[in-house]
């Protein structure tokens, strides 16, 4: 019986103790908002109270309750409810201020562009990128000033892109060779498939020098593609709770998913390197594929191997799934709207000589239209909603309010671009908007215009821009050229389901299937 009581005395006495330690964490959190809290209330004392607006908030958490699986649709709907424009909210505890106006953009990537020129700290990226040394999400510093240098003056100069022109009309080719045989029989198209493998063996040829397209290789690097772009792009643990991330409460998972990729990547990635050392290439010829060019550039500019991968990985991306997820993007507008369809339709084959099969880069010029749809298809649904968080190095004022430093700073280009005040019928697809005449006549994606930044601006802008947008347009006027779509049997344009999924790049989950017919032009 003595040793029953001393056995139940002890539960007893252990049992606080076990549920003490489940509090544990908790407990840490509230102390660190506690802490966090004091902090806020020094900052806004010492700068008379001038910081960016805050919706209200919840203990710990902040506003991370109010940031849904697509934040820039989240974001936006936030900004509208209580008009700011720029706001910081507090993400547990990350502070993140929102830029949803032109106004506040132009403050962030021109006038104060020295001020938000770095990439915050990240542990997918420190993993996947190879320590951060690709061009996209390195700090800002003479590391990424050597790199960005090296990017624009040997790998994505207007004049390499114009040299992968035949590379690009014969993928076009492979392409509508696969959809006349789909039309010759009758059988639906997965248009993302096809555009994914189009756009897949133009970067695999801009970065190897060949084709992919019947080795196992090509799967592997789209397959790659698919995997990171969500982990890349989105939203963790680890980086909103730092405190409990540093006992490893939170980040092992993260860490081992990530190192996993980059493990696969290295496989790929190694191999690639390695054939094109084994031919002890080290011209500078202009038609040098960006391996070979990274190769004979590598002792002038420092390059470590892994430096070297870190950089092919940002082609990957950039030239891969942007270009797919924007091709696919449009075509879903204009399957949607056959009035659309038909007036591009009707320039694209009235430019292109009669008896000519396939679009020629060099017919492109002539088509205002084409190039207004894409604008207008960039403005509504950007495939990159928030652009890459900026990092303020240093306080400053936008609109006599003070933006700290240390603090994230994300742009939401899709609020701005489907905001009332700057767009007339903001929430309708009209590309005459882009033509002369049209109320956008002059806005351009280039970086000028604050309300339309699909590629960003300042010195963070996309260096891959011209590389991806020549493939989008030649590909869009060929898709266009000598065949019709239609839905498949018993399907209507308005059952497509839009269901997006937020990465690094934003991609409709259900596959696009599309019924070709072929047209004599």
Request: hydrophobic letters at 45%.
């Amino acid at each position: 019986m003595a040793n029953i009581a001393q056995q139940q005395f002890m539960r007893e006495l252990t049992a606080p103790r076990a549920w003490m330690l489940l509090l544990l964490p908790v407990f840490l959190l509230l102390v660190r908002f506690s802490l966090s809290a004091k902090r806020s209330r020094k900052i806004r004392q010492q700068q008379n109270d001038h910081v960016p607006p805050s919706p209200p908030a919840l203990p710990v958490l902040g506003h991370l309750h109010l940031v849904g699986s697509l934040p820039h649709v989240s974001l936006q709907n936030l900004a509208r409810k209580h008009g700011m424009d720029l706001m910081l909210l507090r993400l547990a505890a990350m502070p993140v201020v929102v830029v949803s106006s032109p106004r506040a953009a132009e403050a962030v990537l021109r006038t104060h562009d020295h001020v938000f020129a770095s990439r915050p700290l990240s542990l997918v990226a420190d993993v996947v990128m190879y320590g951060t040394t690709d061009i996209g999400c390195a700090p800002y510093g003479d590391y990424w000033r050597k790199t960005r240098k090296l990017i624009t003056t040997h790998l994505l100069t207007v004049k390499r892109v114009q040299l992968l022109r035949h590379a690009r009309e014969e993928e076009v080719s492979t392409a509508m060779a696969q959809i006349g045989e789909a039309a010759a029989a009758g059988a639906a198209v997965d248009v993302g498939d096809l555009l994914g493998a189009f756009t897949n063996e133009l970067a695999c040829r801009a970065v190897m020098g060949k084709s992919s397209r019947n080795e196992d290789r090509s799967k592997l690097f789209r397959q790659l593609i698919v995997d990171t772009s969500p982990l890349l792009g989105g939203f963790h643990a680890e980086e909103f709770f730092p405190f409990l991330a540093r006992f490893g409460v939170l980040s092992k998972l993260v860490r081992a998913k990530s190192e996993r990729l980059r493990r696969r990547w290295d496989e790929l990635l190694d191999r690639l390197i390695d054939d094109h050392e084994s031919k002890r290439h080290e011209s500078k010829n202009e038609d040098d594929d960006f391996i070979h060019v990274l190769l004979s550039v590598r002792q002038e500019y420092g390059l470590t191997r892994e430096n070297m991968k870190a950089i092919l990985l940002d082609v990957f991306f950039g030239g891969i799934d942007t270009a797919a997820s924007v091709l696919e993007y449009t075509v879903v507008e204009l399957i949607q709207r056959p009035q659309v369809m038909r007036r591009l339709q009707a320039e694209v084959r009235s430019i292109v000589p009669t008896g000519q099969d396939i679009v020629s880069e060099a017919d492109l010029n002539s088509m205002a239209y084409l190039r207004a749809v894409i604008k207008e298809s960039l403005r509504q649904r950007p495939v990159t909603p928030l652009l890459a968080p900026h990092f303020s190095m240093a306080s400053c004022s936008i609109d006599g309010m003070v933006v700290p430093a240390g603090v994230r700073v994300l742009i939401n280009v899709w609020a701005i671009g489907r905001d009332p005040r700057f767009w007339q019928d903001a929430e309708e697809f009209i590309p005459e908007r882009f033509l002369d005449g049209g109320s956008a006549a002059g806005v351009s994606f280039k970086g000028n215009d604050f309300q339309f930044l699909p590629f960003s601006a300042g010195r963070r802008q996309c260096p891959g821009m011209n590389f991806g947008m020549a493939a989008v347009e030649v590909m869009l006027a060929n898709l266009v050229h000598r065949f019709d779509w239609e839905m498949p049997p018993g399907k209507e344009a308005r059952d497509i389901d839009m269901t997006e999924e937020f990465g690094l790049v934003v991609h409709r989950k259900e596959k696009l299937l599309l019924v070709p017919r072929l047209v004599r032009v």
